[in-house]
């Protein structure tokens, strides 16, 4: 069993388009989290949620906005998506909040803006 | 240069040798994680060493932590074709704030 998932692997959309990626963990995790990877692999944290609350909330636009119906789903909304954009995108879990704890990451999602 | 810089940037090496790649850091940390990401893949945790430990090891992974110059090095022994993947370390600072290198592409030449 896939322990964090990812939909869609890929995703290719317009400029000015909006866009959700969907994150689910079944590891009984308490904190997800949302990286982008651009294109010189640079990894930054985005956002971390623990037991559906906001913790971790880097410089990042209000375009987007991650959304934590329960615990075990972390979803990306991007509004007015511009080629900037273009990244993988990697959700990940841990069990524990606030310290650095063992991440498990999902598989990534490459979304190409044009 | 960031927090958490990967040296070198890419390292080829035979298969039987070992690896070493080298990060470097800013600020003082809580942690230091070290990560593998094969290409189009997740990242894969490796190993975690805390502030306060020296030296870690797991299989044929060696991490050291030198938190008086504010760096770290992983060694792979007898490498493998396998091992050829991007490895990243990402860094707890003390405000809790995690931040990731940008990587060591290793290439493991038959």
């Known amino acids: 069993d896939t322990a964090v998932s990812q939909t869609p692997k890929y995703l290719v959309t317009q400029m000015g388009n909006d866009k959700s990626i969907k994150c689910e963990q079944n590891l009984g995790h308490d904190t997800m989290y949302w990286y982008k990877q651009d294109s010189k692999k640079f990894l930054k944290i985005m956002f971390s949620y623990n037991n559906k609350e906001l913790i971790i909330n880097e410089t990042v636009p209000n375009r987007f906005s991650p959304k934590s119906p329960d615990k075990a789903h972390l979803n990306l909304h991007i509004n007015s998506l511009e080629l900037g954009d273009s990244a993988v995108y990697f959700c990940?879990?841990?069990?524990?909040?606030?310290?650095?704890?063992?991440?498990?990451f999902g598989p990534g999602t490459r979304l190409t803006v044009t | 240069s960031q927090q958490g810089e990967e040296d070198p940037q890419a390292l080829s090496i035979q298969e039987g040798e070992n690896a070493t790649m080298n990060c470097s850091y800013k600020?003082?940390?809580?942690?230091l994680q070290w990560y593998r990401q094969n290409s189009g893949r997740g990242l894969v945790h490796l190993i975690l060493?805390?502030?306060?430990?020296r030296e870690k090891h797991s299989g044929r992974l060696r991490v050291t932590l030198d938190t008086s110059k504010k760096s770290s090095s992983l060694l792979i022994t007898a490498s493998r074709a396998a091992d050829t993947a991007s490895y990243f370390c990402a860094t707890e600072g003390r405000d809790d704030k995690i931040i990731f290198g940008k990587g060591t592409r290793l290439h493991i030449l038959p």
């Open positions: 600020t003082s940390i809580n942690n």
């Open positions: 060493i805390r502030s306060n430990e």
């Open positions: 990940a879990s841990s069990q524990g909040s606030g310290r650095f704890n063992e991440q498990y």
